[in-house]
């Protein structure tokens, strides 16, 4: 008698968690731009109720939402640029964990640039 399969097919490997990691960052990529288009259409309707919208952008919580947006974006290109060359390379599929672990170490890197000069700017360092 056949045994039954057990489990996922990536089982919390690299490969799984940036499958995930892109979905989830280019949903919240979506969203941010939905909301971005429709406050800046504010400004047609009533220049009053965006500067209302722009000044509520201006704060700590949000300059927070600024780091994860700036996140997400960098992680989504990166690990896009790791997708093309894991399709595109003959050697792609046989590196693609390498590939997984390098656009992490950029990302920390891009990330560890920005988040301070970001703290500053936001809390007037």
């Known amino acids: 008698m056949a045994k039954a399969s057990t489990g996922t097919l990536y089982r919390g490997n690299e490969g799984m968690w940036s499958w995930v990691a892109h979905r989830v960052t280019g949903v919240g990529i979506f969203f941010f731009l939905l909301v971005h ?39 989504h290109a990166f ?23 390098g656009v992490i170490i950029v990302w920390l890197i891009i990330m560890i640039a920005f988040i301070p000069r970001q703290l500053m700017h936001t809390f007037g360092g």
């Open 79 to 101: 690990n896009g640029l790791r997708v093309i060359l894991v399709d595109f390379s003959k050697s792609g599929p046989k590196n693609q964990k390498k590939l997984f672990w």
């Open 37 to 75: 288009v429709l406050d800046t259409a504010l400004v047609r309707v009533s220049p009053e109720a965006y500067n209302a919208v722009i000044g509520t952008y201006k704060t700590p919580f949000m300059a927070i939402g600024e780091i994860a947006l700036v996140a997400a974006i960098a992680f």
